[in-house]
Structures are given as C-alpha cells and as structure tokens.
C-alpha cells in the first residue's frame, strides 16, 4: 500500500497570485482586442459625450461705427465693396467669450435688433460662425449691425448655437439699450 501512495502524484496547491496573473493577462487581451477593434472600425467607438460650454463677458455698443471699421476691427478684407457699402453707419456689438469644448465645431451666431418699447424685431442675420481652434478658446468678437434710422430706442439680442442644431441656443444675451437715428 506504501508503494500505490508514492506512485500517486500528490495534490496541487493553486497560488493565488498564479490566478490574478491569468486574469491581468486575460483582461489585457481583451483590452488590446477592443482597440483594435475601434482602430480599424471607428464607427463602433462610443460617441463623446457633448459637454460644451460658453460664457459671454464684458458686452459693449459702439456707435456710430461704418461697415468698413467693423471689418477692419475683424481683420477681413474690403475686397471690391462699393465705398457707400464701407461708409454705411452702424453700431458694433463687442463681447468676450470663452468656448469651452468645442475645438473644430462651427458655433453659429445671429444676431437681432429689436425695439426697445415693443420688443418687436426690427431686422436680424445669422451669416456668421465661430470656430474655435482649440478646446478652451477665449477672445473678443465684433458684430456689426445696420444702424436703424428711427430715432428710437434699441437693443441687439446676440445668440450663438449649439453645433450641428438649429435652433438650440447655447448661450445668448441682449445689449444695454442705445439710440438710434
């Protein structure tokens, strides 16, 4: 009977530390299978999530300020516009903002001039985006609005959007009210 134990191989001890070993490795090989996944299919890579922010500071009306001063404060060119076009008064909408979140991505801006007793729209324009370089950008921007002839008084409503979705607004504010005429 001695003879049948010592022929039987005694039983093994499992370390534990042997186990974690295998479930690092395991989980390191899954690891490396999902990015190569996502490498070669960046479709199936989980959308980031949108958690973009503005803030607007230090709102100022200018008037009266041409069309051409505007541009010359915007760093854009005249091109081949009719000296009466550059001469047009207007008042000029300055503000700060700090965009954070966005590099890359179109912010668009509209503007709207209202009157002032009535709230009602007097004239408005949404041509302009802002796209900032980086993901947290701030710098001074100019809006240039068509001076109105009434001698009444005014506000500009500015508005910029979120990307990609109109009408969502993601940060807007009104300026102190100004005289026109």
Sequence with gaps: MSR?????????????????????????????????????????????????????????????????????????????????????PGVMVTFHYELDGFRGRSIPLRWELNNAKTNALVDQDQAVTITPSTNAEGRDWYVWVPRPTAHRRYYVTV?????????????????PPFTGG
């Design 159 to 175: 508005t910029l959007y979120q990307p990609q979705k109109q009408r969502v607004p993601l940060k807007r504010f009104d300026t």
């Design 4 to 88: 049948r134990r010592s022929a039987e191989t005694p039983e093994k001890k499992r370390s534990v530390f042997a186990l974690v070993g295998q479930a690092g490795a395991l989980v390191a090989l899954i690891g490396g299978i999902v990015t190569l996944v996502f490498v070669f299919k960046p479709g199936w890579k989980p959308k980031e999530v949108d958690v973009g922010t503005a803030a607007i500071t230090d709102v100022r009306v200018l008037q009266p300020v041409t069309f051409k001063r505007y541009l010359q404060e915007q760093e854009l060119s005249t091109g081949t516009l009719a000296r009466e076009q550059l001469l047009k």
